[in-house]
């Protein structure tokens, strides 16, 4: 290794501390300051109650609740891969939360807005093999619009 890479991995940290970074869940950081303290509304679904085990995952049970996250999701199934035949080998499921974060005290608007994504799964095999590729992909996809609502959180409140 040369001295000019040993000296950049010293400084660097130097250097994101000069700039006033600090790490999101480092003690006292933007994410600690979050976990136990945001309630999500009541699943009534498969996909909701897969959205908000992640959000808990996340950011902890709600204990000592001072905000609320209000959500609505939605979600669409197409076709992608089709063969000659015209049979539909590969769907893609798209989804996307808009969401707000309000504070439980005075029910004022923290933040909020809307994330998206999509995943895909196959159709090929049998029926059942197929239901079940259906519902992992609805999980993966509640999972990723969680975490990406939950990053969103964590900077949006570090920047206040």
């Not at 159709?123 to 509640?142: F, I, K, P, Y």
């Amino acid at each position: 290794m040369s001295s000019y890479n040993r000296r950049f991995l010293l400084l660097s940290p130097l250097a994101l501390a000069a700039c006033g970074f600090t790490p999101a869940y480092a003690p006292g950081g933007a994410a600690t300051a979050l976990f136990g303290t945001v309630r999500a509304a009541d699943p009534y679904d498969r996909n909701t109650f897969d959205f908000v085990e992640r959000i808990e995952e996340r950011l902890g049970r709600p204990q000592d609740v001072r905000y609320n996250l209000a959500y609505s999701i939605s979600t669409g199934v197409a076709g992608v891969g089709v063969t000659t035949d015209n049979q539909i080998t590969r769907y893609n499921l798209t989804g996307s939360v808009n969401y707000t974060l309000t504070d439980a005290a005075s029910g004022q608007r923290v933040t909020g807005g809307r994330v998206q994504s999509f995943t895909a799964f196959a159709a090929t095999g049998s029926t059942v093999a197929g239901l079940a590729a259906e519902e992992d992909a609805a999980l993966r996809l509640m999972r990723i619009l969680a975490d990406q609502i939950v990053t969103r959180l964590i900077a949006e409140l570090d920047a206040r």
